[in-house]
């Protein structure tokens, strides 16, 4: 079962690549009113300014970095971006819009991922929310590895919140984790969304092991910045 839906997923988002940006953006059926589309476009902006302020850092990790949206606020803080997604579909999109030499891609499922270096900045967005439950606590453990010391964990996602999704889909609070998805041409794919509590969220950051504080904004996200701190070292003289 796992499997099955790791691999719809992907075929999701890449069927879904140019049509992507929609969702974000509240064009098409994610068009909800000017007045309820610009609460969304408030909240994502203080999470900009949030994440802004973390300041320069040299080597940041964008895991699922889709067609971009994030990747370019990165780029304001990173002197080296290094994104991994497993849709070949959203990295030519994203290579095209940010056109730069800067951002290293990757063509990588992040449940086969083995982390190979240690960055100052790790980010995820609307990422962990597909994690098949089984596969979370190792996923996050890679993520810890894959900070260094004294480095940065900052993850973003969504809240159950109705107006947030296509207005021909769905959102019921049945406890079913699997959800039916559609494009525009009405094909349908099937994937996994979690809609995480802080305390749920927090619990198991500092359980992989960061220092963390997790936020909420009025209506649309959740959003965590972890630390990975330096360890105790123990000296027997
Ligand atoms: C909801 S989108 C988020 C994209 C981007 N982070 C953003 O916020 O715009 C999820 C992304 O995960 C990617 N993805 C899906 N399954 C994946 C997997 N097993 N490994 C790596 N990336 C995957 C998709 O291609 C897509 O770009």
């Not at 190792?138 to 973003?156: C, E, N, P």
């Not at 999704?165 to 406890?175: C, K, R, V």
Request: net charge negative.
């Amino acid at each position: 079962m796992t499997d099955r839906i790791i691999q719809q997923q992907i075929e999701y988002y890449r069927a879904r690549a140019n049509e992507y940006d929609e969702w974000f953006y509240r064009k098409g059926r994610y068009d909800r009113s000017p007045e309820i589309n610009q609460r969304w476009f408030n909240e994502i902006a203080a999470i900009k300014n949030t994440l802004h302020q973390i300041g320069m850092v040299d080597d940041i990790l964008e895991l699922a970095s889709g067609t971009g949206i994030w990747t370019q606020e990165l780029l304001r803080i990173g002197k080296k971006i290094t994104a991994i997604d497993a849709s070949e579909e959203v990295i030519a999109i994203n290579r095209s819009k940010l056109n730069s030499l800067s951002v290293e891609y990757h063509l990588i499922d992040l449940f086969t991922w083995q982390p190979d270096a240690a960055y100052d900045l790790v980010f995820f967005a609307f990422w962990l929310s597909h994690v098949p439950p089984n596969l979370l606590d190792s996923f996050l453990t890679k993520v810890y590895q894959s900070v260094r010391v004294g480095g940065q964990v900052f993850i973003i996602d969504s809240c159950f919140e109705p107006t947030s999704i296509a207005n021909n889909h769905t959102l019921e609070d049945d406890g079913n984790i699997y959800k039916t998805r559609k494009l525009n041409d009405g094909q349908e794919f099937q994937i996994v969304k979690i809609f995480y509590q802080p305390d749920e969220l927090k619990d198991k950051l500092q359980k992989a092991g960061f220092q963390v504080e997790v936020k909420l904004t009025d209506n649309y996200f959740i959003y965590a910045q972890g630390k990975k701190l330096k360890q105790f070292v123990i000296c027997n003289s």
